[in-house]
């Protein structure tokens, strides 16, 4: 089973520029997760899905940053324009979205590590 | 404070002693808790969950949980080299969890 996939992997831009990630969950997960990590800190939540929905997106700095996720499935983060304090690990999750051990487990992406210069 | 606490570390292990992760969490409407295992410049993979208070085994890992107490706990038996990551603590309500920002462990060979 495949798992979790992001791209780009890395991303290098300048301030003021916008910057795109894009994630592909596990097949038949319903939930999906972007976080945001800075160095020496644990993930932090910046927008929740259910299916299509965000419904939690309260941690979602929405002046600059915005989300899809067209169709329930594949979701795009985006950030315009980039400061240099976005530069981290944008990391994405996925999980089956039931109730329970097994529904609630998370299975994270390799991440796209953004610098802003 | 932080929702969820732990203690940065290091910590330092000889192999094959027993390694203690140690969490603290203080909303206590959180249900259920997991352990996340993260290599340098790796992403979080699950180590274990545990929804119960008590001990849940799995292989050489250990999940302790006191919900009275609001305190998580894993252990890490025979430890390896390998074992050398940042161990990250996460609970979980309503759907969103929420992590600490981990202990890093260096098991010495």
């Known amino acids: 089973e495949a798992g979790v996939v992001q791209s780009p992997r890395y991303k290098i831009i300048e301030k003021k520029q916008p910057v795109a990630f894009w994630c592909n969950p596990i097949s038949g997960h319903n939930t999906l997760y972007w976080y945001r990590q800075n160095l020496g800190q644990g993930p932090e939540l910046l927008i929740r899905y259910e299916n299509e929905e965000a419904v939690d997106d309260s941690q979602l700095p929405k002046d600059r940053f915005s989300a899809e996720r067209l169709k329930g499935v594949d979701s795009t983060l985006k950030i315009q324009p980039a400061e240099l304090g976005d530069s981290a690990v944008y990391l994405c999750a996925s999980s089956p979205g039931t109730s329970g051990e097994v529904g609630e487990t998370q299975y994270f992406g390799p991440g796209t590590r953004l610098l802003v210069l | 404070q932080k929702e969820v606490e732990q203690n940065s570390g290091p910590l330092s292990v000889p192999e094959g002693a027993i390694a203690s992760l140690n969490c603290t969490y203080s909303d206590r409407v959180s249900q259920s808790f997991f352990w996340y295992r993260q290599y340098s410049g790796k992403s979080p993979e699950l180590i274990m969950s545990?929804?119960?208070?008590g001990d849940k085994e799995d292989g050489r890992f250990t999940a302790q949980l006191n919900k009275a107490s609001q305190y998580v706990s894993l252990l890490i038996r025979d430890s390896q080299p390998s074992d050398s990551a940042t161990y990250l603590c996460a609970a979980h309500f309503a759907g969103k969890s929420t992590f600490g920002d981990g202990t890093t462990l260096t098991v010495k060979p």
């Open positions: 545990i929804y119960s208070n």
